[in-house]
């Protein structure tokens, strides 16, 4: 943690919203506690950190593909526990859900740093991708809870780049997903990360995925 760091998790800041990103994106949220799965230690590490402490749990495991579930892949998981009031507090202020309450996603208390929660939300619930066949960045935002979808596609609106998107659609595993229109995808994924390096509010697989991407697009 900084001097410029929050005071508090429900402060709205660039840390506080990229760590609720985190959390609605893949995350579960109790009555006296939370448990979010990081895509990669570094971005482990930097949730703990903003969060003032918690514990990680690193193991391997099979995976289905979002899109096609005949399709597994085998990566290394990071879990990050927070323990404490937060939780349920996180929860009451942002519309996370808890339990059988399915929440309402309320982020716009977090609309000063809306860079940092898109960033913590394309990093949990986002797939970036090369489109060999049309030259471009891909973007696309998976999830089984349809709400947040929806919330994340407001939040897109008002970014200050030009995001459209494809309808949200059905997956075969019984989720929802929608695209970034692929004429958006590079300049959405630049603008997401801007600043992130200065910051180290990233994950570090995710990003150098997308600057992948990004020069694959660039010939």
């Avoid at 597994?72 to 996180?90: L, S």
């Avoid at 399915?102 to 977090?110: E, H, I, N, P, T």
Wanted: hydrophobic share 35%; net charge negative.
């Amino acid at each position: 943690m900084t001097a410029d760091s929050p005071s508090s998790l429900l402060e709205c800041h660039p840390e506080t919203a990229y760590f609720w990103g985190h959390v609605a994106g893949d995350g579960e949220v109790r009555a006296d506690d939370l448990t979010v799965r990081a895509p990669d230690e570094g971005c482990a590490d930097r949730l703990v950190a903003i969060a003032g402490g918690g514990d990680v749990d690193h193991h391997r495991t099979e995976r289905e593909y979002a899109h096609d579930t005949s399709i597994t892949r085998t990566e290394d998981e990071y879990h990050v526990t927070v323990a404490g009031d937060v939780a349920a507090r996180g929860s009451a202020a942002f519309g996370l859900p808890t339990g059988e309450n399915r929440g309402g996603y309320r982020f716009d208390a977090l609309a000063d740093a809306n860079r940092q929660l898109l960033r913590g939300l394309l990093e949990s619930c986002g797939t970036v991708c090369f489109k060999s066949s049309a030259g471009v960045v891909g973007i696309s935002f998976v999830h089984d809870d349809r709400t947040l979808l929806e919330t994340i596609q407001g939040r897109l609106d008002a970014c200050p780049v030009d995001v459209p998107t494809d309808d949200i659609a059905e997956t075969s595993s019984g989720g929802y997903w929608f695209g970034v229109d692929d004429a958006a995808g590079d300049r959405f994924g630049r603008w997401v990360y801007d600043g992130s390096e200065a910051t180290d509010l990233f994950a570090p697989t995710r990003r150098q995925k997308l600057l992948r991407s990004l020069e694959q697009a660039e010939g």
